[in-house]
């Protein structure tokens, strides 16, 4: 019965998992707190290797990239990656707009939480970033400073001999042996990780800010299932929604119970080159789209921002709301660069409208107790995009 069950494709092997998960939970809530054990030792090594994976990935497809190979397919992703936040932030003015919520304020906040005071803030962490000590950011698994030195020394060794370039590409390919193992063990991670997510009390407190979650989820699904397919549409010109579902099934399942993007650059790595991309693109779009593509972080941004303008009765005009959805954007690049994500760059937004901090970190507390589906949902749309939008332009340019 288990060799049939590793005869299964992954994504059969998962949905199993996850099915068993649930009904685990349901049925034996109280083994949850060991099964958890399997959904913490997948998460740690995929974190574990993803600093490593992204740093030779990245090295080695630089230093034998050949001209005209794929830098034409770079900046039009970034493009893409751009145009779907903004996009996402502005969908969400509209579904705040149509939807108003109320917050319940008064919520305690942590005061370990540092927010940045502003984007300046944001723009200046992103920068001191790039020039990190290269062991430290592989240790610390800060992607900015990772991508910054994999390029630079890339470059470097463009100039280096043909065996040192065959050696990076043999380090290359030995991560990627070593990933192929890690993703293998997917299921049972999976299974530890939804036990525990479907057994944990605290889901009953999200009743209380349905209308919220509803906001927020729904927004997220209507980027997902309706921006991002007229944007691969228009990109490859073909029928979006097979490689959508395909995106969703494999990439978005896995980011949206391990909630974090870098731990799923592997995942999506690999889901890339089977869906034919060209590993030179799909090395540095990937990793790259990780750090800074965050549509969900947009959405969840302008959803909490909006949701405590309309509790306090701050009036927002039209043009007030698109200024929101760039600096929405802009904050969720910075995201990744920022202890606690998308929930601590909500005070940035809110001085948009002169709400103090103390009501802003107020928002965060609460975004803290709903983060167990919005943190989930929002990891599982921007990691899917990644890798949709990359694979949508390799082969509309193709």
Known sequence: ???????????????????????????????????????????KALKSVAPILVFILVMASIAN????????????????????????????????????????????????????????????????????NPVVAIAEANFIGILAWAVALGIAFRHATESTKALLNDAANAVNRVIRLVINFA????FGLVAVTFADAGLSTLASYAQLLAVLLGTMFFVALVINPIMVAFVTRSNP??????????????AFFTRSSAANIPVNLDLAKRLGVQESTASVAIPLGAVINMAGASVTITVL????????????????????????????????????????????ACGLFGISSDIAMQVVAIGMVISVLQDSTETALNSSTDVLFTTAVDRGLS
Do not use: H, W
């Open 1 to 43: 019965m288990f060799s049939a069950f590793l005869r299964l494709s992954l994504v059969s092997r998962i949905m199993i998992a996850i099915v068993l998960g649930v009904a685990v939970a349901i049925l034996f809530p109280e083994s949850a707190p060991y099964l958890s054990l399997l959904g913490d030792l997948f998460i």
């Open 65 to 132: 990239f050949k001209i005209g190979s794929s830098n034409a397919y770079i900046k039009p992703i970034m493009l893409m990656y751009a145009i779907g936040m903004f996009l996402a932030a502005l969908s969400a003015v509209i579904a705040s707009s149509l939807f108003p919520s109320t917050l319940f304020l008064g919520v305690a906040t942590q005061a370990d939480l540092t927010p940045p005071g502003s984007l300046a803030e944001i723009l200046k962490n992103l920068l001191l970033s790039f020039v990190a």
């Open 187 to 190: 299921p049972f991670g999976i």
């Open 241 to 254: 929604y097979p490689l959508v579902f395909q995106c969703l099934r494999e990439s978005g399942i896995t």
């Open 305 to 348: 921002t909006l949701a405590a303008v309309n509790t306090l009765g701050i009036s927002v005009d039209f043009s007030t709301m698109l200024i929101l959805s760039v600096v929405a954007t802009v904050s969720a690049c910075g995201a990744s660069g920022v202890a606690g994500g998308s929930l601590l760059l909500i005070p940035v």
